[in-house]
């Protein structure tokens, strides 16, 4: 089954690829001229000796490393300060009122509208792009959480109870495994979100990092780069997917609460 995917995945890169090269080589189909089209969208093995020269470098990895620092700094802030207020706001009715109509307020407001205020309360630096991550991941992390802490079937609870189970085996083998699907769902979410702002944030101000290498190629006319970036940052996030949050949402599916 993995080497049938493997191989349909590898038809689908091969047909992207040959539509790419027959667009830039026919003037994006007649739309234009060939020089044009190619200035435009390059073709792929012109992407593939840019990719190497940056490569070669160092400059691609050097900020590629300094967008990542960012993104796990930023996340794991996220991380420390969503979880207890997502597990607070699941068992305190008090703590729900008070505290989840702001998160409500907040959650639809894109990471991307903290830029401004980042850039003028923390300055030009890694501390306005870690702020704008926090601000960016922390709603689904919280809200996840939350959404974990309400689904634990109240039967567990009720066992527990009868089982005389003391306050850390209630949280080890009810509260734990109710929320892991869920919290991992959030991260999951969070992380997305905490590539996307920092990128917006490289792009608008914030130095170094890929945002900045995408704001290079676009200020120069270089479309490969900005290509490369593109690629570059969709690989990171796959990798990601596929070694860390696939293999935990698997393991942790068995302990959702089936109805």
């Known amino acids: 089954m993995k080497k049938k995917a493997l191989i349909q995945g590898m038809i ?22 060939q020089d044009t089209a190619q200035m435009l969208f390059p073709l792929p093995s012109a992407v593939l000796a840019e990719l190497t020269d940056m490569l070669k470098s160092g400059y691609l990895l050097f900020n590629l490393w300094v ?12 991380v420390v300060i ?21 998160i409500r307020f907040l959650s639809p407001i894109p ?37 974990g802490m309400k689904n634990v079937d109240e039967r567990l609870y009720h066992v527990l109870d ?18 892991l699907p869920y919290v991992t769902a959030g991260f999951r979410l969070g992380l997305g979100f905490a590539w996307r702002v920092v990128i917006a944030a490289e792009m608008v101000g914030v130095p170094r990092g890929m945002g900045y290498v995408l704001s290079v190629g676009r200020n120069t006319g270089d479309t490969a780069s900005t290509l490369i970036v593109i690629i570059t940052l969709g690989a990171v996030m796959m990798f990601m997917e596929e070694v860390l949050f696939r293999a935990i949402e698997n393991h942790m599916s068995k302990w959702k609460t089936v109805e």
């Open 67 to 78: 967008s990542m620092k960012r993104v796990l700094v930023g996340f794991a802030i996220a």
């Open 82 to 102: 969503g979880l207890p207020i997502g597990i607070l706001i699941g068992t305190s009715e008090t703590a729900h009122n008070i505290l989840y109509p702001i």
């Open 162 to 179: 009868i089982m005389e189970a003391s306050w850390f085996e209630r949280i080890r083998y009810c509260v734990i495994p109710g929320i």
């Open 111 to 147: 990471g991307v509208a903290w830029v401004p205020l980042a850039i003028l309360w923390f300055g030009l630096g890694n501390n306005a792009a870690i702020f704008i991550i926090v601000m960016g991941s922390l709603s689904p992390i919280i809200v996840n959480t939350y959404q």
């Open 12 to 33: 689908g890169v091969l047909l992207v690829l040959g539509l790419w090269t027959a667009a830039s080589m026919t003037g994006l189909f007649g739309k234009m001229d």
